[in-house]
């Protein structure tokens, strides 16, 4: 049968749930058991697709084209799945099909209230996740924190379900932050008191407390954890900060999660298998050599907007005993001091990522010219990718008012346009390309060194690409296309085979690179960093 993992945040938002919802799992892999995991939003989105980076961080691409929360990127790193968009559940989701049910006339002239037509399609949903699957534990996060009105019904819908699926078929984990005074060093533990009995009140007594924290809890913190939590000493457990976020399993585990999450849950205690996850995080924190790469976004304030591809990075840099160090460059700043570009000459390599919009592009584009110029190793991801053929085109080409109709839609040289089954579209929500899409790749370029395969599948999320009628005049000047769409009607990588290392996608590897399987466009990109640190004559992979 089933087993239900609930996760729920109290006291503040970010407080690790994401992390330690990923660990939880992990800890059942690695005791070789099926896992999945399903993120529940509050927000009254229908998806992540419309909302700012800034506001929300990434938006995280599936293998079936689902725009979703990035934690759903977490779970599938530290897990190594392909999860599909329906693991993210939103309210926006909820009542967009409870309303169109009703108006069908569906529920036969009732009234229909939260419970129980909207907490019955919050379950509906997490049982069709685990029918589906067919897993042994399904893990759910329960976005925002406990206390927010909009998450009420979910919780009231997790609730219901230990009394439908059974005690031991369900578990209850809660997390809530410990602060340390900085005055007298004290933990204080009353704020996380006050989080279970709010969670308490809506009717959830948490049968796991996992206490985030600066550092290890001291033994008087955990038994007032434990005391005014209503748990067993040896349910609480503490998630404290780590160099590593792939740290975080084996710290909660050494402390006996895993053993005891699998005794509450009735499921028999197998010896869990570290080996493989422990070479990972000891080339991660153990490093020979350290690259500094400089990332031109225009969500530079926010890690967050770029935590894929900061972790795709990460994880090259492991396959080359290599740390990673990232300076986030707001490229608006490169446009109005075109002095700092020399600042790029600190840097081992340039990293052009997503974006959307004119802000920022032209700075981008400097960044993308001093790289290819200087010979500085350089790596372009979708925006990052359509601004290097903008860039080429004008400065390479001589079609000084090349741009993309993105940008400029008067532009006389539109060398990016819109794609044609884009024309006309109304709604802005999932009607991107999206989702993963088979590219052919070139033999004989950097591509094929890098992939060493002929067919590809990588995901998408664009509407411009670039336009048919400037391939020639491109490919004449230099530009090579290493990757095409399999019907030829799409440029998919590009490179320039006389630089140290000249790479751009208009796909996003960052969402299928995961601990120890490298991405290999990162990987490449990272080794070619570490090469020219070391003064190598070309990149050696």
């Avoid at 404290?240 to 976020?245: A, E, F, G, H, L």
Wanted: with cysteine; proline share 5%; aromatic share 10%.
């Amino acid at each position: 049968m089933t087993k239900f993992v609930f996760v729920t945040g109290g006291v503040l938002s970010s407080v690790g749930k994401g992390i330690t919802t990923s660990s939880i799992g992990k800890m059942l892999q690695t005791r070789g058991y099926k896992v999945t995991v399903i993120k529940i939003d509050p927000y009254v989105n229908v998806d992540a697709g419309t909302m700012n980076p800034y506001i929300h961080g990434e938006v995280y691409v599936t293998d079936d084209g689902g725009e979703t929360d990035l934690d759903l990127g977490g779970y599938e790193r530290f897990l190594d799945l392909n999860l599909p968009k329906v693991n993210n559940i939103t309210t926006g989701q909820i009542y967009q099909t409870v309303i169109n049910k009703e108006r069908r006339g569906d529920f036969l002239g009732k009234c229909v209230q939260i419970v129980p037509h909207i907490t019955n399609e919050i379950k509906r949903r997490i049982r069709l996740v685990a029918k589906r699957s067919k897993v042994d534990v399904v893990l759910t996060e329960c976005g925002g924190t406990v206390g927010d009105i909009e998450g009420l019904p979910f919780l009231e819908a997790i609730r219901q379900m230990r009394l439908e699926e059974g005690f031991q078929n369900t578990l209850y984990v809660h997390i809530a932050l410990i602060p340390i005074l900085d005055v007298t060093g004290e933990m204080k533990t009353k704020p996380l008191q006050h989080s279970v009995n709010e969670l308490r009140r809506i009717g959830i007594q948490p049968d796991i407390i996992v206490a985030r924290c600066r550092k290890m809890i001291d033994s008087e913190a955990l038994r007032k954890i434990a005391l005014f939590g209503t748990i067993p000493e040896n349910a609480v457990f503490c998630s404290y900060n780590v160099p590593s976020i792939y740290q975080v399993p084996l710290i909660l585990d050494k402390q006996g999660m895993g053993k005891y999450a699998c005794k509450r849950l009735g499921i028999p205690q197998k010896r869990p298998k570290w080996s493989e996850w422990k070479r990972f995080v000891n080339s991660v924190e153990n490093p020979r050599f350290e690259v500094k790469i400089g990332l031109v976004g225009k969500y530079a304030g926010l890690a967050d907007s770029y935590v894929s591809m900061n972790e795709a990075l990460r994880h090259g840099g492991a396959a080359w005993q290599t740390r990673i160090s990232i300076d986030y460059i707001k490229a608006e700043r490169l446009e109005r001091d075109v002095s700092r570009l020399e600042l790029l000459k600190n840097y081992d390599g340039i990293f052009i990522p997503y974006g959307f919009g004119p802000r920022g592009t032209e700075g981008k584009m400097r960044a993308i010219r001093f790289a290819r110029e200087n010979n500085v190793p350089f790596l372009g991801i979708c925006y990052g990718f359509q601004l290097a053929v903008v860039e080429f085109a004008r400065n390479v080409c001589g079609l000084e008012d090349a741009n993309s109709t993105e940008v400029n839609p008067d532009t006389t040289n539109p060398v990016i346009d819109l794609m044609p089954e884009q024309r006309g579209v109304e709604y802005k929500g999932a009607t991107m390309r999206l989702g993963a899409h088979k590219i052919i790749v070139k033999k004989n370029t950097l591509a094929y060194t890098l992939y060493g395969t002929e067919e590809i599948y990588e995901r998408h999320r664009h509407r411009w690409e670039v336009n048919r009628d400037y391939w020639n005049v491109l490919q004449k000047h230099g530009l090579v296309f290493s990757g095409k769409s399999p019907d030829g009607r799409r440029i998919e990588i590009l490179e320039l085979p006389d630089k140290f290392f000249f790479l751009a996608s208009q796909f996003h590897g960052e969402f299928k690179s995961r601990p120890g399987k490298p991405d290999p466009e990162y990987y490449g990109f990272v080794k070619a960093c570490l090469d020219r640190k070391l003064g190598n004559t070309k990149p050696e992979f």
